[in-house]
Each structure stands twice: as structure tokens, then as C-alpha cells.
């Protein structure tokens, strides 16, 4: 506790003198770019890893960034995802999953949850993977199938999503993007999964393809200079 006392301490005296502009900006209100739904894992830090400035993003947090099917009980991803989507007109919404998740690993060893029916109960947002791990998963090694699973779960999410009426309605509208990550703890890599080429691809060799397009794409608009020839009177 005296780290995240001294660290507040810091951000008091030394960041917010430095953005005091930004945080007397966003007193005023909010305009976030994205909803971002993450897991709740301490080593998956939204801001950081989107190098974001406060006000960028509006976040929801879960284990195994999970989203629930809407018709239950009224809930805080239910409601956050009605807030960000009806009240603050977000663009985007991403789902990130991330690599060494405990409740993705939880889901293929159930039986190690016990003392943990909170866990279990929550994990049951993803029981439509149960025949995946069950048959197909379970001929992989084990890291393998964990990392499918992860993959997999983010895209089972990202159809969750569509169902609620808030994001099925903006997506009609085209006034909404879903996008689904993994990120790569150990490397810091994201992969994003192309939703036309039912794929994933790196997102660094994906954002790196997309600027040389645009380079290209400036380059031929850039208007030819004319040859000036020597002035002749």
C-alpha cells in the first residue's frame, strides 16, 4: 500500500501540474474514442498498452473480458455497454483478450475453481466453447489450446456484443466498429482478427502495410514538378 500511496503522491505533484490543461478539460465532461473491454488481469494495462491519455477510452474490466447476453438481470457490462454505445456516441468498441488468461485457463480445468463458485458461475458467459475444448481443443498441447481458446473466446464475446440492442442498433446505423484483439503479454505484440478474411493478423504488420498504402497511395497524388529550362529573353 505505501507504493500506491507514494505513487499518487506523484501523480499529484508532478502529472497532473504537467496536464493540468487536459484534466481542466475533461471536467467538463467526456468524448472517449472507444469502449475497450479487457480482462481484469493486472498485467493488461489498456492505457499503457493503446498509449491513450485519460478521456481517450472508456473502459469496462472483467475476468476473461467477458460480455453477458442481454435479457438477465441488469448488470455493469450490460450497463456500460448501453452507456458507451447510447450516451457517449462511441466509434469503436474493442474486445481484448490476452495471453496466460487465468479464467480462460479456468475454463479448460474447471476442476481446479474449487472454493471459487463466483468463478465458475461468471466463466459460464463462455460455455458455448465447452464442445470446442471438449473435442477439437482437446487433441492440442496444452499451451496451444489454451491460446486457441483465448482467441476463440474473444470472438464468441464479440457475437455477445451484437446482441445487445444499443450496439446491434448503431451497427445497422453503420455509426459502430467491433474489433477483437489478443494481446501478447510476453512480446507486447497484438494480433486483431481481420472480420473479412476470418483471420488474424498481426496488428504491427497490419499497421505497417497501411502505411506504406498511404505513402504509395501520397506519392502518386504528389504533383509532378515541371523542368525548368535556362530563361531566354
Not at 458507451?84 to 475453481?113: Q, R, S, Y
Not at 446491434?168 to 486483431?192: F, N, P, Q
Amino acid at each position: 500500500m505505501t507504493r500506491i500511496i507514494q505513487g499518487f503522491l506523484r501523480f499529484r505533484d508532478q502529472v497532473m501540474p504537467q496536464k493540468k490543461t487536459l484534466f481542466t478539460q475533461l471536467s467538463g465532461g467526456q468524448s472517449p474514442q472507444a469502449l475497450f473491454i479487457s480482462c481484469a488481469d493486472s498485467r493488461v494495462n489498456p492505457n499503457l498498452l493503446t498509449q491513450t491519455e485519460p478521456g481517450d477510452l472508456f473502459i469496462s474490466r472483467n475476468a476473461g473480458n467477458m460480455v453477458p447476453l442481454p435479457g438477465g438481470p441488469p448488470g455493469g457490462e450490460s450497463a456500460t455497454i448501453e452507456y458507451a454505445v447510447k450516451a457517449l456516441k462511441v466509434k469503436d468498441i474493442i474486445i481484448c483478450g490476452h495471453t496466460f488468461c487465468g479464467a480462460m485457463a479456468g475454463l479448460l480445468h474447471p476442476e481446479k475453481l474449487g472454493g471459487l463458485p463466483q468463478v465458475c458461475g461468471w466463466l459460464d458467459h463462455a460455455r458455448e466453447l465447452k464442445p470446442w475444448i471438449e473435442g477439437p481443443g482437446a487433441k492440442l498441447p496444452e499451451t496451444e489450446r489454451l491460446n486457441e481458446l483465448i482467441a476463440r473466446n474473444v470472438l464468441l464475446q464479440l457475437e455477445h456484443l451484437k446482441a445487445h440492442p444499443a450496439v446491434a442498433e448503431a451497427l445497422a446505423e453503420k455509426k459502430l466498429r467491433l474489433m477483437g484483439w489478443v494481446y501478447h503479454i510476453e512480446s507486447g505484440e497484438v494480433d486483431i482478427h481481420d472480420a473479412v478474411k476470418q483471420k488474424w493478423v498481426c496488428m504491427t504488420d497490419m499497421a505497417r502495410q497501411q502505411m506504406g498504402r498511404e505513402l504509395h497511395v501520397a506519392a502518386a497524388l504528389k504533383p509532378t514538378e515541371k523542368q525548368v529550362g535556362p530563361v531566354t529573353y
